[in-house]
């Protein structure tokens, strides 16, 4: 008759490869689910920043006469800062364009959207010049703008990574 050995703990050792499996797939689609967070939450600022550039353009052709009198209405100007408009400050009351001149509504349309800006978009600014090549000015400090053409381009950043590192870009051009 020969004896045999009973072996002991190797369940037990099956049990903790298994967990340390299972934990390992618990990590990794932990991680997917903040990749997936961070990509929908992108998205959500990049379609705030195209809801905001369309705006724009849409309170421009809602009141030409601000666009055609005077084409620096409508537009930042590059030489002091890009957060400079050269436009007097925001008119009083001028929520239509009764009682406001064509300036004054572009004035009130272009502070409104500032402050849009800052609140929907971390780091949120954005500019509007006349532009031949709007898809040029990747750098909020130094848009790009050259004065020339007939075409608006109005140009949107804001820090995707909330540190500085990962500004974005948003262009959107409009013909008057």
Not at 125 to 130: A, D, R
Not at 136 to 143: C, F, M, V
Not at 153 to 172: H, N, P, Q, T
Request: charged share 15%; aromatic share 8%.
């Amino acid at each position: 008759m020969t004896k045999y050995k009973i072996q002991n703990g190797f369940t037990l050792l099956e049990i903790l490869i298994t967990v340390l499996v299972l934990s390992i797939g618990l990590l990794g689609l932990a991680g997917l689910q903040v990749s997936g967070m961070k990509s929908n939450h992108n998205a959500y600022l990049r379609t705030q920043a195209t809801i905001l550039g369309y705006d724009i353009a849409d309170r421009m052709r809602a009141n030409p006469g601000g666009t055609y009198t005077a084409t620096a209405t409508y537009t930042v100007d590059t030489s002091v800062s890009p957060y400079t408009v050269n436009v007097p400050a925001k008119t009083a009351n001028c929520s239509t364009t009764t009682g406001c001149s064509t300036a004054q509504m572009a004035n009130t349309d272009i502070n409104q959207w500032r402050v849009d800006l800052a609140q929907r978009l971390p780091g949120g600014t954005g500019v509007i010049c006349l532009d031949s090549t709007p898809g040029d000015g990747a750098d909020k400090d130094n848009p790009a703008c050259d004065g020339a053409g007939t075409v608006f381009a109005i140009k949107i950043w804001w820090d995707d990574a909330r540190d500085g590192s990962g500004l974005e870009r948003f262009v959107v051009d409009y013909q008057p």
